[in-house]
Protein backbone atom coordinates (compact mmCIF):
# COMPACT_ATOMS: atom_id res chain seq x y z
CA UNK A 1 0.00 0.00 0.00
CA UNK A 2 1.60 3.70 -0.94
CA UNK A 3 0.29 6.38 1.61
CA UNK A 4 0.56 9.75 -0.59
CA UNK A 5 0.23 13.18 1.38
CA UNK A 6 0.94 15.75 -1.41
CA UNK A 7 -1.72 16.36 -3.63
CA UNK A 8 1.00 16.40 -7.09
CA UNK A 9 2.76 13.15 -6.12
CA UNK A 10 -0.79 11.52 -6.64
CA UNK A 11 -1.98 13.02 -9.35
CA UNK A 12 1.18 12.05 -11.38
CA UNK A 13 1.16 8.40 -9.91
CA UNK A 14 -2.79 8.35 -11.17
CA UNK A 15 -1.75 9.79 -14.14
CA UNK A 16 0.36 7.08 -15.14
CA UNK A 17 -2.42 4.19 -13.97
CA UNK A 18 -4.49 6.25 -16.34
CA UNK A 19 -2.31 6.38 -19.15
CA UNK A 20 -2.19 2.49 -19.22
CA UNK A 21 -6.25 2.22 -18.76
CA UNK A 22 -6.55 1.12 -15.11
CA UNK A 23 -10.05 1.42 -13.41
CA UNK A 24 -9.95 3.63 -10.60
CA UNK A 25 -12.15 2.92 -7.83
CA UNK A 26 -12.08 5.85 -4.86
CA UNK A 27 -13.33 5.27 -1.58
CA UNK A 28 -12.98 8.78 -0.02
CA UNK A 29 -13.62 8.69 4.19
CA UNK A 30 -12.85 11.16 7.14
CA UNK A 31 -10.95 7.99 9.18
CA UNK A 32 -12.16 6.16 12.37
CA UNK A 33 -12.68 3.35 9.79
CA UNK A 34 -14.45 0.25 10.40
CA UNK A 35 -15.89 -2.83 8.44
CA UNK A 36 -18.52 -0.12 7.17
CA UNK A 37 -15.82 1.55 5.27
CA UNK A 38 -14.19 -1.88 4.60
CA UNK A 39 -16.92 -3.03 2.37
CA UNK A 40 -16.27 -0.06 0.08
CA UNK A 41 -12.53 -1.29 -0.11
CA UNK A 42 -13.98 -4.56 -0.89
CA UNK A 43 -16.54 -3.47 -3.66
CA UNK A 44 -13.84 -1.26 -5.48
CA UNK A 45 -11.25 -4.11 -5.35
CA UNK A 46 -13.92 -6.21 -6.93
CA UNK A 47 -14.87 -3.52 -9.38
CA UNK A 48 -11.83 -1.90 -10.41
CA UNK A 49 -7.97 -2.38 -11.17
CA UNK A 50 -6.61 0.34 -8.59
CA UNK A 51 -8.09 1.46 -5.25
CA UNK A 52 -7.38 4.52 -3.28
CA UNK A 53 -9.11 5.54 0.35
CA UNK A 54 -8.59 8.50 1.54
CA UNK A 55 -8.59 9.84 4.89
CA UNK A 56 -9.46 12.97 5.61
CA UNK A 57 -11.76 15.03 8.32
CA UNK A 58 -13.36 17.96 6.17
CA UNK A 59 -13.42 21.21 8.18
CA UNK A 60 -15.77 22.46 6.18
CA UNK A 61 -18.56 19.88 6.51
CA UNK A 62 -18.90 20.68 10.18
CA UNK A 63 -21.60 22.61 11.17
CA UNK A 64 -20.86 22.39 14.77
CA UNK A 65 -16.98 22.84 16.07
CA UNK A 66 -17.49 20.84 19.13
CA UNK A 67 -18.42 17.56 16.52
CA UNK A 68 -15.41 18.24 14.72
CA UNK A 69 -12.99 18.59 17.64
CA UNK A 70 -14.31 14.92 19.16
CA UNK A 71 -14.51 13.45 15.91
CA UNK A 72 -12.43 10.12 16.35
CA UNK A 73 -8.85 9.44 14.73
CA UNK A 74 -7.77 6.19 14.69
CA UNK A 75 -4.72 6.62 11.64
CA UNK A 76 -2.65 3.96 13.07
CA UNK A 77 -5.92 1.44 12.98
CA UNK A 78 -6.61 2.78 9.73
CA UNK A 79 -3.81 2.61 8.03
CA UNK A 80 -3.27 -1.61 9.45
CA UNK A 81 -7.20 -2.15 8.43
CA UNK A 82 -6.77 -0.38 5.26
CA UNK A 83 -3.53 -2.64 4.29
CA UNK A 84 -4.94 -5.73 5.23
CA UNK A 85 -8.55 -5.12 3.24
CA UNK A 86 -5.77 -4.83 0.20
CA UNK A 87 -6.36 -0.82 -0.48
CA UNK A 88 -3.69 0.08 -3.24
CA UNK A 89 -3.33 3.52 -2.16
CA UNK A 90 -4.24 5.80 0.58
CA UNK A 91 -4.35 9.77 0.45
CA UNK A 92 -4.00 11.45 3.84
CA UNK A 93 -3.97 14.95 2.57
CA UNK A 94 -3.20 17.99 4.87
CA UNK A 95 -5.51 21.11 5.86
CA UNK A 96 -3.71 23.11 3.17
CA UNK A 97 -3.21 20.60 1.13
CA UNK A 98 -7.16 20.33 0.22
CA UNK A 99 -7.40 24.24 0.93
CA UNK A 100 -4.54 25.75 0.13
CA UNK A 101 -6.65 29.29 -0.32
CA UNK A 102 -8.03 28.96 3.34
CA UNK A 103 -11.28 27.45 4.85
CA UNK A 104 -13.31 30.44 4.03
CA UNK A 105 -15.90 28.88 1.32
CA UNK A 106 -15.85 30.74 -1.65
CA UNK A 107 -18.04 28.29 -3.88
CA UNK A 108 -21.31 27.38 -3.76
CA UNK A 109 -23.20 24.43 -5.59
CA UNK A 110 -26.59 24.65 -6.55
CA UNK A 111 -28.08 21.19 -4.62
CA UNK A 112 -31.60 23.01 -4.63
CA UNK A 113 -34.62 21.22 -2.68
CA UNK A 114 -31.67 18.75 -1.95
CA UNK A 115 -30.24 21.18 0.53
CA UNK A 116 -33.41 22.33 2.28
CA UNK A 117 -34.68 19.02 3.86
CA UNK A 118 -33.86 16.45 6.69
CA UNK A 119 -29.48 16.58 6.73
CA UNK A 120 -29.55 19.90 5.05
CA UNK A 121 -32.41 21.61 7.30
CA UNK A 122 -30.86 20.71 10.52
CA UNK A 123 -26.94 20.73 9.74
CA UNK A 124 -26.94 24.01 7.90
CA UNK A 125 -24.00 24.13 5.37
CA UNK A 126 -23.29 20.94 5.94
CA UNK A 127 -23.72 19.65 2.43
CA UNK A 128 -21.80 22.85 0.64
CA UNK A 129 -18.55 21.47 2.80
CA UNK A 130 -19.54 18.17 1.72
CA UNK A 131 -19.25 19.27 -1.77
CA UNK A 132 -16.28 21.41 -1.38
CA UNK A 133 -13.69 18.45 -0.45
CA UNK A 134 -15.46 15.83 -2.77
CA UNK A 135 -15.09 18.36 -5.61
CA UNK A 136 -11.39 18.64 -4.58
CA UNK A 137 -10.98 15.11 -4.26
CA UNK A 138 -12.71 14.17 -7.29
CA UNK A 139 -10.38 16.56 -9.37
CA UNK A 140 -7.28 15.53 -7.57
CA UNK A 141 -8.91 11.51 -7.98
CA UNK A 142 -10.64 11.79 -11.24
CA UNK A 143 -11.77 7.96 -10.60
CA UNK A 144 -13.73 5.56 -12.63
CA UNK A 145 -15.93 4.57 -9.84
CA UNK A 146 -16.96 6.08 -6.46
CA UNK A 147 -17.79 4.05 -3.87
CA UNK A 148 -20.32 5.40 -1.33
CA UNK A 149 -22.25 3.96 1.73
CA UNK A 150 -25.84 3.92 1.61
CA UNK A 151 -25.54 5.16 5.36
CA UNK A 152 -25.62 8.46 4.32
CA UNK A 153 -28.63 8.38 1.60
CA UNK A 154 -29.55 11.85 1.61
CA UNK A 155 -25.24 12.77 0.97
CA UNK A 156 -25.06 9.99 -2.11
CA UNK A 157 -28.07 12.07 -3.82
CA UNK A 158 -25.82 15.10 -2.85
CA UNK A 159 -22.84 13.49 -4.54
CA UNK A 160 -25.11 12.49 -7.50
CA UNK A 161 -25.47 16.06 -8.19
CA UNK A 162 -22.86 16.89 -7.61
CA UNK A 163 -20.73 14.90 -10.22
CA UNK A 164 -23.76 16.19 -12.41
CA UNK A 165 -22.76 19.45 -12.05
CA UNK A 166 -18.91 19.05 -12.56
CA UNK A 167 -20.37 16.93 -15.93
CA UNK A 168 -17.74 14.32 -15.45
CA UNK A 169 -18.01 10.50 -15.89
CA UNK A 170 -17.61 9.04 -12.45
CA UNK A 171 -19.90 6.48 -11.56
CA UNK A 172 -21.24 6.31 -8.26
CA UNK A 173 -22.09 2.71 -6.82
CA UNK A 174 -23.40 2.81 -3.16
CA UNK A 175 -22.69 -0.07 -1.27
CA UNK A 176 -25.47 -1.51 1.57
CA UNK A 177 -25.00 -0.09 5.05
CA UNK A 178 -22.88 -2.69 7.10
CA UNK A 179 -24.79 -3.54 10.49
CA UNK A 180 -23.38 -5.00 13.95
CA UNK A 181 -25.66 -8.23 14.76
CA UNK A 182 -27.68 -5.99 16.82
CA UNK A 183 -28.49 -3.83 13.86
CA UNK A 184 -26.80 -0.72 14.87
CA UNK A 185 -24.97 0.93 11.70
CA UNK A 186 -21.81 1.30 11.62
CA UNK A 187 -20.39 4.31 12.38
CA UNK A 188 -17.52 5.97 13.53
CA UNK A 189 -19.25 7.98 15.93
CA UNK A 190 -20.24 4.85 17.58
CA UNK A 191 -16.91 5.27 19.48
CA UNK A 192 -18.05 8.19 21.34
CA UNK A 193 -21.33 6.10 23.02
CA UNK A 194 -21.15 4.82 26.21
CA UNK A 195 -21.67 0.82 26.44
CA UNK A 196 -25.05 1.33 27.68
CA UNK A 197 -25.56 4.32 24.81
CA UNK A 198 -24.55 2.00 22.25
CA UNK A 199 -27.00 -0.77 23.25
CA UNK A 200 -29.91 1.86 23.65
CA UNK A 201 -28.99 3.05 19.97
CA UNK A 202 -30.40 0.13 18.27
CA UNK A 203 -33.86 1.86 19.24
CA UNK A 204 -33.13 3.65 15.27
CA UNK A 205 -33.16 0.19 13.30
CA UNK A 206 -35.66 -1.37 15.28
CA UNK A 207 -37.92 1.81 14.54
CA UNK A 208 -36.91 1.11 10.70
CA UNK A 209 -37.62 -2.23 11.28
CA UNK A 210 -41.29 -1.41 12.21
CA UNK A 211 -41.59 1.67 9.91
CA UNK A 212 -41.09 -1.24 7.40
CA UNK A 213 -43.56 -3.89 8.74
CA UNK A 214 -45.91 -1.42 9.24
CA UNK A 215 -46.15 1.46 6.32
CA UNK A 216 -49.28 0.25 4.89
CA UNK A 217 -51.41 -0.42 8.16
CA UNK A 218 -51.10 2.90 9.27
CA UNK A 219 -50.77 6.82 8.11
CA UNK A 220 -47.26 8.01 8.36
CA UNK A 221 -48.20 10.94 10.56
CA UNK A 222 -49.16 8.45 12.87
CA UNK A 223 -46.05 5.99 12.48
CA UNK A 224 -43.84 9.29 12.77
CA UNK A 225 -45.23 10.23 16.02
CA UNK A 226 -44.81 6.82 17.45
CA UNK A 227 -41.58 6.17 16.00
CA UNK A 228 -41.00 9.91 17.34
CA UNK A 229 -41.56 8.63 21.34
CA UNK A 230 -40.32 5.15 21.14
CA UNK A 231 -36.91 6.53 20.38
CA UNK A 232 -37.26 9.05 23.42
CA UNK A 233 -38.59 6.26 25.72
CA UNK A 234 -35.28 3.86 24.00
CA UNK A 235 -33.16 7.08 25.92
CA UNK A 236 -32.44 9.07 22.86
CA UNK A 237 -31.98 12.84 24.14
CA UNK A 238 -33.52 14.40 20.98
CA UNK A 239 -35.21 13.40 17.28
CA UNK A 240 -33.79 15.70 14.37
CA UNK A 241 -36.28 13.83 12.41
CA UNK A 242 -38.24 10.75 11.41
CA UNK A 243 -38.92 11.25 8.13
CA UNK A 244 -40.91 8.73 5.90
CA UNK A 245 -39.95 9.66 1.50
CA UNK A 246 -39.70 9.20 -1.71
CA UNK A 247 -36.94 7.12 -2.01
CA UNK A 248 -35.52 8.84 -5.19
CA UNK A 249 -36.56 12.03 -5.08
CA UNK A 250 -36.83 11.96 -0.53
CA UNK A 251 -39.94 14.40 -0.65
CA UNK A 252 -41.79 13.08 2.34
CA UNK A 253 -44.86 10.72 1.51
CA UNK A 254 -47.75 11.18 4.09
CA UNK A 255 -50.23 9.41 2.03
CA UNK A 256 -48.44 6.10 0.09
CA UNK A 257 -49.70 5.10 -3.13
CA UNK A 258 -48.34 1.84 -2.57
CA UNK A 259 -46.45 2.33 -5.67
CA UNK A 260 -43.46 5.09 -4.74
CA UNK A 261 -40.23 3.54 -3.51
CA UNK A 262 -39.75 4.67 -0.09
CA UNK A 263 -37.32 5.47 2.54
CA UNK A 264 -37.34 5.96 5.98
CA UNK A 265 -34.80 8.29 7.35
CA UNK A 266 -33.83 9.19 11.18
CA UNK A 267 -31.18 11.39 13.01
CA UNK A 268 -31.27 11.29 16.88
CA UNK A 269 -29.22 11.82 19.56
CA UNK A 270 -27.56 9.17 22.17
CA UNK A 271 -25.21 10.38 24.63
CA UNK A 272 -24.47 13.67 23.01
CA UNK A 273 -23.63 11.70 19.32
CA UNK A 274 -26.04 12.81 16.57
CA UNK A 275 -26.64 9.41 14.83
CA UNK A 276 -28.30 8.78 11.00
CA UNK A 277 -29.80 5.68 9.78
CA UNK A 278 -31.80 4.66 6.81
CA UNK A 279 -33.84 1.91 4.80
CA UNK A 280 -35.77 1.16 1.65
CA UNK A 281 -39.10 0.46 2.99
CA UNK A 282 -40.51 -1.24 -0.71
P1 LIG B 1 -17.26 8.72 6.76
O1 LIG B 1 -15.88 8.32 7.13
O2 LIG B 1 -18.24 8.62 7.88
O3 LIG B 1 -17.31 10.04 6.03
O4 LIG B 1 -17.76 7.64 5.71
C1 LIG B 1 -17.03 7.36 4.56
C2 LIG B 1 -17.88 6.50 3.66
O5 LIG B 1 -18.19 5.27 4.32
C3 LIG B 1 -19.21 7.16 3.28
O6 LIG B 1 -19.49 6.88 1.92
C4 LIG B 1 -20.18 6.46 4.20
O7 LIG B 1 -21.50 6.42 3.70
C5 LIG B 1 -19.59 5.07 4.26
N1 LIG B 1 -20.06 4.36 5.45
C6 LIG B 1 -20.07 4.81 6.73
N2 LIG B 1 -20.63 3.90 7.56
C7 LIG B 1 -21.01 2.86 6.78
C8 LIG B 1 -21.66 1.62 7.04
N3 LIG B 1 -22.04 1.25 8.25
N4 LIG B 1 -21.88 0.78 5.99
C9 LIG B 1 -21.51 1.13 4.73
N5 LIG B 1 -20.88 2.29 4.43
C10 LIG B 1 -20.64 3.15 5.43
Redesign the pocket.
Known amino acids: MILFKKTSDLSDYLALQRAAELKIGFV ?4 ALHK ?2 L ?2 VNHSKKNTNITIASIFVNPTQFNDPQDFAKYPVTLESDLLQLEQAGCDLVFLPAVNEIYPEGLTISKTYDLGYLETILEGKYRPGHFQGVCQVVDKLLDIVAPTLLF ?5 YQ ?1 CMVIRKLIELKGISTTLSI ?1 P ?3 ETSGL ?4 RNLRLSEKGKEAAVGIYQSLIYLKQNRQKYPAKQLIEEVEKKLLLAGFTKTDYVAIANANTLDPVMEWDGDTPLVALIAAFMDGVRLIDNMQLT
Request: net charge positive; hydrophobic share 35%; proline share 5%.
Open positions: PTMGGHALLGQKDQVTIRALSS
